[in-house]
């Protein structure tokens, strides 16, 4: 492989529920490391303001693409819980622009599949994380985790105060993106060199379930942190030093 080149940047896609806010922690720190960073609001999600019923996977990805043709240089795509989706998706529509797609704790799913279709086929009852304890507006567009919820399910490991802070932070985002299907094609998205790194004390996308994604999507490489589903947080030293060793291992030059 064709050493990848020393500066790169990083488009952070954050999970549900979440924004850019969420990579507050990490950007700084790939900055400090010599790269650039750059972290995504996705459409409708918090604080991008696109109306509900119009947000879908495809509108994601559309958002990520636009960055990336506005971003020189190489990519590191990274996406966290269901970001994976929308990094994927863009890594289809661009993969001559990723030099590495890295999936944090994160729905890495076929073509074809949704997130509440992985759900329905491979959630087992003693799974209660996040999935399990969402409601939903009158309409069905929105849903919404409580933040008592999301300290337990998301952040148990992070100091108390900051999960806390961060929990509150959370807002209502539209269903549509994790019901939307992946669109991906052997000839695009799996010319892409893909990594996965499972946070291993996942209360919420729980480890058999990041397996499980992995199986049906076999990655590169694997690497492991006893991490929450939010190593942001609780972790941000060990998931930055994770990036760095994923990048020096399996980028690619493009």
């Known amino acids: 492989m064709t050493a990848a080149p020393s500066r790169l940047t990083f488009i952070l896609i954050h999970g549900a529920w979440q924004g850019a806010w969420a990579w507050e ?13 750059i972290a995504v609001d996705l459409p409708g999600n918090g604080h991008n303001p696109m109306p509900p019923a119009e947000v879908d996977l495809a509108r994601y990805a ?59 086929l491979h959630l087992e009852p003693w799974m209660r994380g996040a999935h399990a304890r969402v409601t939903h507006d009158a309409a069905g567009l929105l849903s919404r985790i409580d933040p008592v919820s999301a300290v337990e399910v998301f952040y148990h490991k992070a100091d108390r105060a900051l999960a806390e802070a961060a929990a509150r932070r959370l807002t209502p985002q539209p269903e549509g993106g994790r019901r939307s299907r992946l669109q ?54 060990g998931l930055v030093a994770l990036f760095m060793t994923a990048v020096a291992e399996h980028a690619r030059s493009v």
Not at 25 to 37: C, E, F, M, N, S
Not at 188 to 211: C, G, K, M, N, W
């Open 184 to 237: 991906l094609s052997a000839d695009r998205f799996d010319t892409v060199p893909r990594v996965y790194i499972e946070a291993q004390s996942d209360r919420s996308v729980h480890l058999p379930l990041q397996r499980k994604m992995q199986e049906m999507s076999p990655c590169r490489a694997v690497y492991g942190l006893d991490s929450d589903h939010a190593p942001q947080l609780s972790d941000p030293d």
């Open 25 to 37: 922690t990490i950007v700084p720190r790939l900055k400090a490391a010599g790269h650039d960073a």
């Open 62 to 120: 559309a958002h990520v693409v636009d960055i990336i043709d506005a971003t020189p240089g190489p990519i590191v795509m990274v996406g966290h819980s269901m970001g994976g989706t929308a990094a994927a998706q863009a890594c289809e529509l661009r993969p001559e622009r990723i030099a590495l797609a890295i999936f944090l704790a994160a729905f890495l799913l076929p073509n074809g599949m949704s997130v509440l279709q992985f759900y329905d």
